[in-house]
């Protein structure tokens, strides 16, 4: 298949609810790939993560929206977006990450590790309440890491359910390709968390707390710093991917070990295995698939030239399966060596919570496997139809039963698991 045929299937309806076959469509034509006079596609490990460091490449920043995207300063969503350290250069971005960089410590993320478990007892309290099927995404999945990033920010827990659709409808304009009725829709979400994290800016000034809001909020106050739209922008980004990345890896991550009992039975065995098995669950359906950069100087990777002004897409979700880099990458294996997955990027730009998602999900599998034997899905999941986040809009699992193998309609392809 020629690579911008290859490409457009992707970015179908059909390529985004399964990706990794058009993937290797795309990686047969080589590591990276030319698929229009300026656009590029990147499938391979090691190209991606160097060009990820390289500094020569750079996300599209205003002169470059200006190009592509006329028009993009009267959209809430793309503004918010663009205002953020998510889509900003040093050194703008330099500034503002060091900003945040702050509530993301090694001591407070290790800090976070008894909020999250006692987080998750109580929703495993409640899914063993409830009627079944239950909704794991609902019941789990969403309400785990939205807490925990809404305990940092100092977002009040009644006001915590708010946030699922606006997060849901703001997060549609990461898309690589989006409609005018989707761009409408991530308008609306971005328009009512900026107007929510108005009203709280506010009360912070009025009432410091010990949480990331009063902290940026006083780098604003302080001086230049921090500008009031970039003060907006990034507390609506760190809501929106503190707790949608992890809400897909706990969706994707569950599927997976269901879908490998023998080894969900070594983790509830030994839940000191959580770092490697979230690792390769990670790495083998990531929550994020793919970002871009656009070049700033000629480069050559992968035998191609790319001119300066080049857009490269990197697609994380092909990276973390190639075999030059994981023998049979389409094998979930958590006995993998040296696994490093590229789900939340490389260089500068690489996830600020990063760490906090891997203790979320280091905790809940462990907990989920061992407190809920039976669990097993009760139907068939529905996936987003989204390739940059990829994740599950339902996940109907039975909770009261002992779970038998079962594979998943629609789980990426792999064998029934390794032997411990």
């Known amino acids: ?13 059909e390529g985004r ?20 006079p300026v656009f590029y596609v990147v499938t391979g490990y090691a190209e991606a993560d160097a060009i990820l ?14 190009q592509f995207m006329p028009g993009w300063q009267e959209s809430p969503a793309v503004l918010s977006i663009s205002r953020s350290m998510l889509r900003t250069n040093p050194p703008d971005h330099s500034r503002m990450r060091r900003l945040a960089a702050g509530a993301f410590t090694p001591r407070r993320i290790a800090a976070m590790r008894d909020v999250v478990r006692a987080q998750a007892d109580e929703l495993v309290d409640a899914m063993l309440g409830a009627d079944e099927p239950v909704d794991f995404m609902a ?72 949480d990331l809001t009063t902290a940026l909020v006083q780098a604003h106050d302080g001086g230049d710093r921090l500008s009031g739209d970039e003060l907006l922008a990034n507390l609506i980004v760190l809501l929106v991917a503190g707790f949608e990345t992890t809400t897909n890896l706990l969706g994707n991550g569950l599927v997976a070990l269901l879908d490998h009992p023998r080894a969900a039975a070594a ?98 599998f462990p907990l989920l496997l061992r407190r809920l034997p039976g669990l097993a899905v009760a139907g068939r999941p529905e996936r987003r139809v989204r390739l940059t986040l990829r994740g599950h809009a339902t996940l109907p699992v039975s909770v009261g039963r002992e779970a038998a193998p079962v594979t998943v309609p629609g789980t990426p392809p792999g064998a029934a698991g390794p032997t411990p």
């Not at 609810?17 to 229009?36: N, W």
């Not at 900026?194 to 009025?206: D, H, P």
């Open 1 to 13: 298949m020629d690579p911008t045929d290859a490409l457009a299937l992707l970015m179908s309806p």
């Open 17 to 36: 609810l399964d990706p990794y076959p058009t993937y290797e469509r795309l990686r047969a034509h080589g590591p990276v790939v030319q698929a229009g």
């Open 267 to 364: 983790l509830r065995e030994r839940p000191d295995l959580a770092p490697a098995y979230v690792d390769e669950l990670l790495r083998y359906d990531s929550p994020v698939q793919l970002t871009s950069r656009m070049s700033t100087a000629p480069s050559r990777y992968g035998d191609v030239d790319l001119p300066p002004e080049s857009w490269v897409i990197v697609l994380l979700g092909a990276a973390n399966r190639d075999p030059r880099r994981y023998p049979d990458p389409a094998r979930f294996d958590p006995w993998r060596a040296q696994i490093a997955p590229l789900s939340f990027g490389a260089g500068p730009h690489y996830c600020l919570g990063a760490a906090l998602a891997r203790l979320e999900a280091q905790v809940a």
């Open 53 to 66: 460091r390289d500094a020569r490449f750079g996300v599209m920043d205003d002169a470059l929206r200006d």
């Open 139 to 210: 019941a789990f999945a969403y309400p785990l890491p939205v807490g925990v990033i809404c305990a940092l920010l100092g977002v009040p827990a009644a006001d915590r359910p708010l946030f699922r659709r606006w997060a849901t409808d703001l997060t549609g304009v990461l898309e690589p390709e989006i409609t005018a009725d989707e761009l409408a829709v991530a308008d609306r979400g971005a328009t009512e968390l900026r107007g929510y994290f108005t009203e709280l800016v506010a009360a912070r000034r009025r009432a410091p707390a010990d």
